[in-house]
C-alpha cells in the first residue's frame, strides 16, 4: 500500500482495483457522551462538553477494518 497516494486515491478504491477486495457492508455505532479529559485536551473543549463517539466495522467477504472515533458535537453531521 506504500506505493499508492492516499490524498489521491481513497484506501477503499485500491484495495478493489489492486488487491480485489470488495467492501459490502459497514456497521456503525454512534453515541453522544460527555468528554472525557484527554478528548477535551485533544479536542481543545471546556471540560464537561458532549461529543459524538463514532465505532465501526467494515466487511467484505471478511472483515476488513475497525475504526473509532471521537468528535466536537458542534461540527457532527449525520448523513445516511
Known amino acids: 500500500l506504500e506505493q499508492f497516494d492516499l490524498e489521491k486515491q481513497s484506501l477503499y478504491q485500491i484495495l478493489e482495483d489492486h488487491y480485489h477486495i470488495v467492501l459490502h457492508h459497514s456497521q456503525q455505532d454512534i453515541i453522544v457522551k460527555h468528554a472525557d479529559e484527554e478528548a477535551c485536551r485533544l479536542l481543545e473543549l471546556p471540560a464537561g462538553s458532549d461529543v459524538v463517539e463514532q465505532r465501526g466495522n467494515v466487511f467484505g467477504d471478511t472483515f476488513i477494518e475497525y ?14
Open 67 to 80: 475504526s473509532e472515533s471521537v468528535m466536537d458535537i458542534r461540527r457532527f453531521q449525520y448523513q445516511y
